[in-house]
């Protein structure tokens, strides 16, 4: 793997170190691309905690693009936002990906800021999830689904709605050659009980056993919300570990 597209900064108020660290925590793990994707700001948003607010970003652009310069004799750098997928912001989406090079999905809330997909996910929960996925996905603004198994936080079964929800992803990222990504900053929640087994959140194996049945390119992304995560290679064994045996086409040099 010589890459990592999903990449945060400070300005999203759960994420630490400067801009300039995380490239270079990149060079240090010899990464050919470091991709930025902050959570994406909207306007008459303010969540110090989950996204920068709407006045940042701009300094976000600058900054991100003086780095592109700075460091283009070593790493490619690129500028992107992480973002929740509502259609009625897909002017300001495309207004966006006009000033950046990519935007990838995380669908963390139903409703805009307010209903997250961590907590009791139900059934009906996780269905409304895929259908939003789904949307991003045949909208064409995205590069790839960051976490599509998220909402496997927010429960602890696993049912015929999940399997339902992967088909419903699987089968539109395929039909649409968008990626999906195998997160790799879903074991720093630890284990859960799932149907009376143990198991991080995500990648969670029966999802990704669906997955597997389709024609579609899954990348790695250490979704770092600090420089040092870059270097933690051992994550990539702990995730090997359980998507083992499974058909996968994971691109190891993926590109954009
Ligand atoms: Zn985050
Ligand atoms: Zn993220």
Request: include cysteine.
């Amino acid at each position: 793997m010589d890459y990592n597209y999903h990449t945060h900064t400070d300005r999203c108020g759960h994420a630490t170190g400067d801009d300039e660290q995380y490239v270079r925590a990149a060079i240090d793990a010899g990464f050919k691309v470091i991709g930025f994707s902050d959570h994406i700001p909207f306007k008459n948003v303010i969540h110090p905690s989950e996204r920068m607010n709407y006045d940042q970003l701009e300094d976000y652009i600058q900054s991100i693009e003086s780095l592109k310069v700075k460091y283009k004799d070593q790493i490619d750098v690129k500028l992107g936002f992480e973002l929740e997928y509502f259609p009625e912001y897909n002017a300001y989406y495309k207004e966006l990906l006009d000033r950046c090079d990519y935007l990838i999905c995380g669908q963390h809330n139903k409703v805009l800021d307010k209903y997250s997909y961590d907590q009791f996910t139900n059934d009906e929960d996780v269905l409304v999830y895929a259908s939003q996925v789904k949307a991003a996905i045949e909208s064409g603004l995205i590069s790839f689904v960051a976490h599509p198994d998220y909402f496997m936080i927010g429960r602890r079964s696993w049912s015929k709605s999940c399997e339902e929800a992967v088909h419903m992803i699987a089968k539109a990222a395929q039909e649409h050659h968008v990626a999906l990504e195998i997160n790799l900053n879903g074991i720093r929640y630890g284990k859960s009980t799932y149907d009376g087994k143990l198991a991080y959140p995500y990648p969670f194996r029966p999802f990704w056993e669906i997955v597997s049945q389709y024609n579609v390119q899954c990348l790695y992304s250490f979704d770092a919300h600090k420089p040092y995560t870059l270097l933690e290679k051992e994550r990539i064994e702990l995730v090997e570990e359980i998507l083992k045996d499974l058909n996968l086409s994971i691109n190891h040099s993926y590109r954009i």
